[in-house]
């Protein structure tokens, strides 16, 4: 099927859903970067990492009753059927009833916790806001189980189209939504508005827009029996991965001031910039398309990892390499003076670019039913943060816990090339781009930096 003349092949509907995602994802970073610039013209710091905070341990939530329905649905030879599908959208709606309980007893016990003292008076999470915020997002998690089944199928059809306007319609809604509020209420309330409108306008998009039969929620054995089996390792590798992706921002808020930490935040939505599209692209087009090539022949497999793995090493490597040199000025161009230490933050952060080159590594593992090697992977990173994060504080501030933040970021390394060599994927045509691609980077944003110091020699 993927050679037949009647549909193009899985390279040439690849790079069509690529293109698609990455477009999307630009306009949608645009769209980021446009609220967060008006935004932190209309609220103080404080506000972001509130929001932050709060947004993380949601997130974390979410992550945590994570069952591995879409992937199921991807990865499955009967994800197409309407009984399998229609058991996948019963297990999502009991997670999200589940959510919906734990996201409440979260704010309660945020506000139990600051009641008696527990929580540091300075830190995020003392302030009187949280807890109700908190309980605010059951909204949003009733949203997302009632998100259709049509957005698994469209993932693992590669239909990058509908997905790419989806995504860029919620997220529009959103933003229009909480800059407009922000405007009239100069509140931080209106950055959680946002958040369920984008929930909302994204529910009903997966329902009334994108192609595909609708289907009921019903319960079948086998297919239910399928979906948590696999499930249970991406339940697993969901919590591992949610502490070692974002417990730094639980840490980070428990040790710094709401100002601090709003500055840190400014940063990463920066460097959010990119990773948001590379984990776009991870995991609507590489990971089905890996899955898709193993379906048919291993050597359709090794060939689409060494050529998406040659991108990702020059882009990332780039990136990286830009952002360690010259990082500092997208906050000092695009931000007011209250934002500007964000600057030093983000060029700090732009080192763990570069770590992120092994996702495509850990997709293969997903896509080859080897779940297992990303948990462990998950959980060098985690473990790692969890040691270093509130040392590298203790004993340098805030530059030091930022730099274990990142340093933690490699700790996946070691496993992701015992995976590649048993695997016989390591060798020198896989793992020579990156290198090069840092020092090419470096230099460009060398060359960055000499030309803004010479159009604003007050920065220097």
């Not at 909302?200 to 289907?215: A, E, W």
Request: aromatic share 10%.
């Amino acid at each position: 099927m993927i050679d037949s003349g009647e549909s193009p092949g899985l390279g040439g509907r690849m790079v069509k859903a690529a293109l698609w995602l990455v477009g999307s994802n630009v306009s949608s970073q645009a769209l980021r970067l446009i609220s967060s610039l008006v935004l932190t013209r209309l609220l103080m710091p404080d506000a972001f990492g509130l929001m932050t905070a709060m947004s993380t341990l949601y997130f974390g939530l979410v992550m945590f009753s994570d069952m591995g329905i879409w992937q199921s649905v991807v990865k499955s030879d009967q994800g197409t059927e309407a009984r399998f599908l229609g058991t996948a959208w019963a297990v999502q709606l009991i997670r999200a009833m589940i959510l919906v309980v734990l996201v409440c007893l979260m704010g309660f016990g945020v506000h139990i916790l600051s009641q008696s003292h527990w929580i540091q008076v300075s830190s995020v999470y003392a302030d009187p806001r949280m807890p109700w915020m908190m309980a605010s997002f059951a909204v949003c998690a009733v949203l997302q189980g009632l998100e259709s089944m049509k957005l698994a199928t469209a993932q693992r059809n590669l239909h990058g189209k509908y997905l790419a306007r989806l995504e860029f319609l919620s997220q529009l809604a959103a933003m229009l939504t909480t800059i407009g509020l922000t405007w009239w209420t100069s509140s931080v309330w209106s950055l959680m508005v946002g958040a369920m409108v984008n929930g909302m306008t994204r529910t009903l998009l997966s329902h009334f827009y994108l192609p595909g039969k609708n289907v009921r929620p019903c319960w079948d054995k086998g297919h239910a029996a399928e979906i948590i089996g696999f499930g249970k390792w991406i339940f697993l590798s969901s919590i591992i991965g949610f502490l070692a992706a974002n417990i730094e921002k639980l840490i980070l808020a428990a040790l710094l001031s709401a100002t601090s930490f709003g500055l840190y935040s400014i940063a990463s939505t920066l460097l959010a910039a990119v990773v948001g599209i590379y984990s776009s692209l991870n995991g609507h087009v590489v990971f089905p398309s890996l899955s898709q090539a193993l379906r048919s022949h291993r050597d359709d497999m090794v060939r689409i990892y060494g050529r998406v793995q040659r991108i990702v090493d020059v882009l990332l490597g780039g990136l990286s390499g830009a952002l360690i040199m010259a990082g500092q000025w997208a906050v000092w161009v695009l931000y007011d003076p209250r934002y500007e230490q964000a600057g030093w933050m983000l060029q700090t952060l732009g080192w763990g670019l570069l770590a992120l080159r092994y996702q495509v590594v850990e997709q293969l593992m997903f896509a080859n039913n080897q779940p297992a090697w990303v948990s462990a992977n998950n959980a060098l990173r985690a473990l790692g943060l969890v040691i270093t994060v509130p040392a590298g504080f203790a004993l340098a501030g805030e530059r030091g816990a930022l730099l274990a933040v990142v340093g933690c970021q490699f700790a996946s390394w070691p496993l992701s090339l015992v995976f590649k060599w048993r695997e016989g994927l390591l060798g020198r045509a896989s793992e020579r781009w990156w290198l090069p691609a840092v020092l090419a980077g470096l230099l460009l944003g060398w060359g960055v930096d000499r030309l803004f110091l010479a159009i604003w020699p007050g920065h220097a």
